[in-house]
């Protein structure tokens, strides 16, 4: 039974991720009586991994165990802790050994890299390799182990940083994904007066939700001032970038903090270089003390990314997880980076002496010169409520696995693996926009890891006017998200959710089989047809669609005609030569023809398919 209009009002209040269950159950629901596969596009796990670091993982572990059992081997199934001296020849030995094991390859490689490049001394280097796999000790230092942190520092330059080293480099620390990250960045400002409960601070958006929803938790409490992404191009469509007068509001002072998502959720679009350059010159001259926090998760699927963590580094603290980008949701892996050349320093010298006595005292168990305690080292103890620091830290073989990660990536100097990420995501595009029957204008700034469909714009402009507000008036903006699970088991997220237009929806083309995307495209183009057969049918077939290329009331009457009239061909342009010649290699030939560098933006020839 469909969902009533007062239950989707009710369900519309929560986020969009609970929202997502009761769509599940009805998804599931629909599975149960026609026994149809429920596609769930709603979050955005990705359904591949990079699969050699982790035969480096696997293997390093094997040589953590001969290690332990190196240095004590009394009791069967009782080992020992790996000894330093030494350790880096027995670790060369083992991988010229092993080195036809899946793995090993890497593992040779990125020793040498550590050894070579980033100068390394090669017993402590393959010792932490070792004692780390194996997580025999508490973390030490428990901000971070100190090559790893120097490998992943490496790899947020050439990956967030489009390969600009910063002048001073960034302290980094490893936590149990974005997740954690944004939890202690929070706490932490808060307790050392970075920022103050009842602050104002301006969001980004459309932006993932969580960061809409913890401003205004009681802890916190912020006066929140939205920038909103309203930019649209010469043909009226969005381009999800800001206009100047929107970022302007960051002049005022009384603005102490900017968060964003880069590139964003769910419109996928990273920050334009006007943008972080318009953004730079306010901390340069009207709001030198503005506090930036970014996630930038998504940057990796952005050519030649930049984010504000390099335009500016003073006054940005950079959030970066790897779990979009290597398929590790489940291992927990992500970082903090403030620069060592930043503001906060100078506001915690700054503040009243009354609460500089209060923060000396709270750290005074940890450090004997708690004023001197940096932010950043602070964050790490308030992770831990300081009592506990002496415990904090990542465990060892996470950070292990994200070192490999990180080098896995550092060695791949041809951008193979990014190439295949992105060559995914572009046929999965080519998909979606195929069953939708749309044609996508050029975006290089676009990482299309979602799309954000933005319904009602479609329907005003290439509809009628008059369509546009009988379907305000009649449905919830959520309506569609339920006809979709309701109809065929397909799982959307509300757009409205993350603060972007009421009536969109975002797809994730991250999870789900090529296949499955040309059908949630058909199912997306035929509820605007069914809204558009309802709406001739109250009003008599009188109103009339507006535009070149809108012609809805054939749609809704000739679907076959017109599936027949938007072949894959015009969905979308041919990659750029160097993709199209790389995805040829590695996939079959129609995998070329998905463009990587486009976004879901231009209207389509049908009614559903606006950005």
Request: proline fraction near 6%; include cysteine; glycine fraction near 6%.
């Amino acid at each position: 039974m469909p969902t009533s209009r007062a239950e989707q009002k009710r369900l519309e209040s929560l986020s969009p991720f609970e929202l997502k269950n009761s769509l599940i159950d009805l998804a599931n629901e629909n599975v149960k009586l026609e026994a149809v596969t429920m596609l769930n596009a709603g979050r955005g796990n990705p359904n591949w991994i990079a699969t050699e670091p982790r035969e480096a993982f696997f293997l390093l572990g094997r040589f953590g165990i001969e290690e332990s059992r190196r240095d004590w081997d009394e009791w069967d199934g009782v080992g020992g802790m790996p000894t330093k001296a030494g350790i880096a020849q027995r670790y060369k030995a083992f991988l010229q050994t092993n080195r036809n094991e899946p793995g090993a390859s890497l593992l040779q490689r990125s020793f040498d890299y550590g050894v070579k490049k980033l100068k390394f001394d090669p017993d402590a280097y393959a010792w932490e390799l070792a004692d780390g796999v194996i997580g025999d000790h508490y973390p030490e230092p428990d901000r971070m182990l100190a090559h790893m942190e120097k490998v992943v520092h490496a790899y947020l330059v050439k990956a967030m940083c489009g390969g600009k080293a910063p002048k001073q480099p960034f302290d980094l620390y490893a936590v149990e994904g974005g997740t954690a990250a944004m939890c202690y960045l929070f706490d932490s400002a808060l307790i050392n007066g970075i920022l103050n409960k009842g602050d104002t601070i301006a969001i980004m958006t459309p932006i993932f939700t969580p960061y809409l929803e913890i401003p205004h938790l009681e802890r916190y409490q912020f006066t929140v001032v939205e920038l909103k992404a309203s930019r649209f191009d010469s043909e009226g469509f969005h381009t999800w970038q800001y206009d100047p007068a929107e970022l302007d509001k960051l002049a005022d002072p009384k603005v102490k903090a900017l968060f964003l998502v880069n590139p964003s959720n769910p419109p996928s679009v990273a920050l334009s270089q006007e943008s972080r350059n318009h953004i730079k010159r306010i901390t340069e001259t009207s709001n030198p003390g503005l506090t930036v926090i970014t996630d930038d998760v998504y940057g990796t699927f952005v050519d030649g990314f930049e984010s504000l963590m390099s335009t500016v580094p003073r006054n940005t603290i950079g959030v970066y997880s790897f779990s979009k980008y290597f398929g590790c949701t489940g291992w927990r892996l992500g970082v903090i980076a403030v620069n060592r050349d930043n503001i906060f320093e100078g506001k915690l010298a700054k503040l009243p002496a009354k609460r500089k006595a209060q923060l000396s005292e709270r750290y005074s168990s940890i450090t004997l010169e708690p004023e001197k305690l940096k932010f950043i080292d602070r964050i790490v103890a308030d992770s831990r409520q300081v009592a506990l620091n002496h415990t904090a830290g990542l465990s060892l073989p996470q950070q292990i696995q994200m070192g490999l990660f990180a080098l896995f990536d550092l060695l791949d100097e041809q951008g193979a693996y990014q190439e295949t990420c992105q060559t995914i995501i572009s046929r999965r595009l080519h998909a979606l926009v195929k069953g939708m029957g749309v044609k996508l204008p050029k975006d290089p700034q676009a990482a299309h890891y979602y799309i954000e469909l933005d319904l009602m714009n479609y329907a005003q402009r290439y509809v009628s006017p008059e369509f546009a507000s009988w379907l305000a008036k009649n449905f919830e903006p959520v309506d569609p998200v339920f006809r979709l699970a309701e109809k065929g088991s397909v799982v959307l997220l509300n757009g409205g959710g993350f603060d972007g237009p009421e009536w969109s929806v975002r797809v994730s083309l991250a999870n789900l089989r090529y296949e499955s995307y040309q059908d949630i495209g058909r199912w997306l183009r035929e509820t605007m047809e069914d809204y558009y057969a309802e709406f001739q049918k109250v009003t008599g077939g009188a109103q009339k669609a507006t535009g070149a290329k809108a012609t809805a009331a054939k749609a809704a009457t000739k679907k076959a005609a017109a599936k027949k009239a938007a072949p894959a061909k015009k969905a979308v342009a041919k990659a750029p030569a160097k993709k199209a010649a790389t995805a040829a290699k590695k996939a079959p030939a129609k995998k070329t023809t998905a463009k990587k560098t486009t976004t879901a933006k231009k209207a389509p020839a049908k009614a559903g398919s606006k950005r």
